[in-house]
């Protein structure tokens, strides 16, 4: 079966208007499908359920999704969101450039172990549950008449919904334990972010997990539907894009940063990947991170 791919970008140019790092949306907004199709995306999607309650898939396992419960879908995972007219909550979708590397990984090592699994489905407490609720509900009133200030108030307030998420998580688990010698696809992840600069061939990470470079692959594509090294590149890509908007550094400092031998490699990287120059995905991520 044919799993489709949705990003945040086809989204705002199907409806012509400017692309941003994140989308907001009602349960009950009619643009929302009742009945999704499994597919995967390449941004995060939080589900937030005030009224009644939806069934959440996520990689093939199905769930009921209530207002005591959140969900947090990680980028190319499959899923589907199904739920009734009566049932009212939020979406709230936004990209890994602004908020995975900084966020969900490197600043939350002793969270980080599976978080994947550990976000996909979390039981609140009612405390939980209240603060949660309500950074979602301000982030949709915030999102309904969107300025550059809102813009960044929104940024702020995904972060901290997000740290809530991840403590309400672990106070749900017994202790966050390093992954089973089995999971190698969380193994994988984790070494991606020790190494990603200075390792990038499928060969250094399989010697690591001690699999061979088939077996990791067919990992990856069950997890993601791509290759190991795709998702290798994928990480890289993503650095790229936060040092050019973000850093303020030249082309040179940013390709030496990343382990590039060149400003040149660098180039050739972005083109191969994105079919454009540094210069020209810099341009088009201004358009997509202000106004």
Known sequence: MEIASY??????????????????????????????????????QVVIIGEGSAEQQIEHQPF????????VVFPHQINALKFEDKTKGIIIQFDEVLFCSDLLKNELISYNNDLINKLNRVILDDNARS???????????????????????????????????????????????????SDYFARFKALIEDNFKSERSVTFYKDQLQITAK???????????????????ERILTEIKRALIFSGKNHKEIAYDLGFDSPSALNKFVNAKLKETPTELKESLSRIYKF
């Open 64 to 71: 009921e999704l209530s207002r005591n419960e959140i969900s």
């Open 131 to 181: 603060k949660i609720h309500n950074y979602g509900e301000q982030i949709f009133e915030l999102f309904q008449t969107l300025t550059p200030i809102k813009k960044e108030q929104i940024r702020f307030q995904i972060k901290i919904m997000l740290l809530e998420i991840i403590e309400a998580a672990h106070q749900t688990q017994t202790g966050f334990q390093a992954p089973d010698q």
């Open 215 to 233: 077996k990791l692959n067919e990992i990856c594509k069950s997890k993601t539907g791509t290759t190991a090294l795709n998702i290798i590149h």
């Open 7 to 44: 990003t945040l970008k086809d989204y705002y140019e199907q409806k012509k208007s400017p692309c941003l790092s994140f989308n907001v949306h009602g349960l009950e907004d009619i643009e929302i499908q009742k009945e999704e199709v499994l597919h995967r995306s390449d941004y995060f």
